[in-house]
C-alpha cells in the first residue's frame, strides 16, 4: 500500500476546503496558544480566540469521518495573575457546534524548565482535549497498553475473597471490579496521563513537541491505512511520525519557513522510501 502525505501551504481556514468531507481519521494538533507566536500566527488576543477558531473547528467537523477523533493540544494563559477563560469557552462554543468533547487528558512534561513566580507554580503540563462527533468512534487501546508494573508483584499477591469475583458499585456506578482477571498480566490499560519529556532538538521551531505525544495519539485512534490531519503543522512531526507508522498525513503550514523545512525534513527522511507520495500545494 501506498502512503501519501500531502503538504499544503497557506492559512488552514482556507486550506481546509480543500479537503472532502468525512476523508480524515484523526485531527492531531496544537494550534498557536493566544497571544503567543505574535511574529509567525498573529499572536490571537483570548477575548478573540474562540472567534477565530470556531471557522476551523466547524472545517474539522466536516472533514473528519463520524468514527473519526479530534485531539487539541491547547493551554490557557495567565493574564494579570488570573487564568484565562478562553480554553473553556472554546469548549463549550465547540459542543454548541456539534462537538462531544468526550475526555481529557494530560500530558505531564518531565523536564520542564525550573522557575518561580510569587503566585503560582511552573507549568509541567498540557492538555489534549479529546472531541468526537458521535459516541461510538475508533478506539484502539491494545495498541497503548503499557507494563503492569512492580506494583502487581504485592497487590496482586493476596488477592481476598471479594477481589476474586465482580464486585458491585458501592455508589451505584455499575462499574465493579475484578481484580483477579489481572493475574499473570504482563500489560495493563493506561490512564490519561502521559509522561513525557519536550523537544529541544527542532531550534528553527520553539513550539515543537515529542515524537512520542503525536504517536501515542495516533495509535490509540487509527490503524495502518487511515489518515491523520494537522492543520498546524510547524515542524511536522505529526506527518512524520504519521508516515514512520504507516497513515496517510495531510499537514497545512501557514509560515512559509516552517512549510519548507517539514518538505526538507521529508526529503531527507522518504530519500529510500518507494512507497512515498507528496503533493504540495
Known amino acids: 500500500m501506498e502512503i501519501r502525505t500531502e503538504l499544503y501551504l497557506g492559512d488552514c481556514r482556507e486550506k481546509l476546503h480543500l479537503l472532502p468531507d468525512e476523508s480524515v481519521d484523526l485531527s492531531f494538533t496544537s494550534p498557536p496558544y493566544a497571544d503567543r507566536r505574535r511574529n509567525t500566527y498573529g499572536g490571537i488576543h483570548p477575548s478573540d480566540y474562540v472567534e477565530w477558531f470556531l471557522p476551523i473547528a466547524a472545517q474539522l467537523l466536516r472533514i473528519l469521518k463520524p468514527t473519526g477523533t479530534f485531539v487539541l493540544n491547547i493551554r490557557e494563559k495567565v493574564v494579570n495573575g488570573e487564568r484565562s477563560t478562553y480554553v473553556l469557552e472554546l469548549i463549550l462554543n465547540m459542543r454548541r457546534q456539534g462537538w462531544l468533547w468526550t475526555e481529557e487528558f494530560i500530558w505531564h512534561k518531565k523536564n520542564c524548565s525550573p522557575g518561580k513566580w510569587p503566585n503560582r ?36 499477591r493476596n488477592l481476598s475473597e471479594t477481589d ?28 490519561n496521563v502521559l509522561h513525557l519529556a519536550t523537544e529541544c532538538s527542532h531550534k528553527n521551531h520553539r513550539a515543537a513537541f515529542p515524537e512520542e505525544l503525536p504517536e501515542w495519539f495516533i495509535k490509540l485512534f487509527t490503524r495502518e491505512g487511515d489518515t ?54
Open 164 to 191: 476474586k469475583i465482580r464486585d458491585n458499585s458501592k455508589v451505584g456506578s455499575g462499574f465493579g471490579k475484578n481484580i483477579s482477571s489481572w493475574l499473570g498480566c504482563e500489560m495493563a490499560y493506561s490512564t
Open 228 to 281: 491523520v490531519l494537522d492543520p498546524f503543522m510547524g515542524s511536522g512531526t505529526t506527518l512524520i511520525v504519521a508516515d514512520r507508522i504507516r497513515r496517510h498525513a495531510v499537514g497545512i503550514e501557514i509560515a512559509p519557513e516552517y512549510f519548507e523545512m517539514v518538505k526538507k525534513r521529508f526529503a531527507g527522511y522518504q530519500c529510500d522510501r518507494k512507497t512515498y507520495g507528496a503533493i504540495l500545494s
Open 121 to 156: 507554580f511552573r507549568n509541567a503540563g498540557e492538555r489534549p482535549l479529546q472531541f468526537n462527533k458521535s459516541r461510538k468512534f475508533h478506539m484502539y487501546q491494545e495498541a497503548v497498553m503499557v507494563p503492569m508494573g512492580d506494583w502487581a508483584k504485592t497487590r496482586l
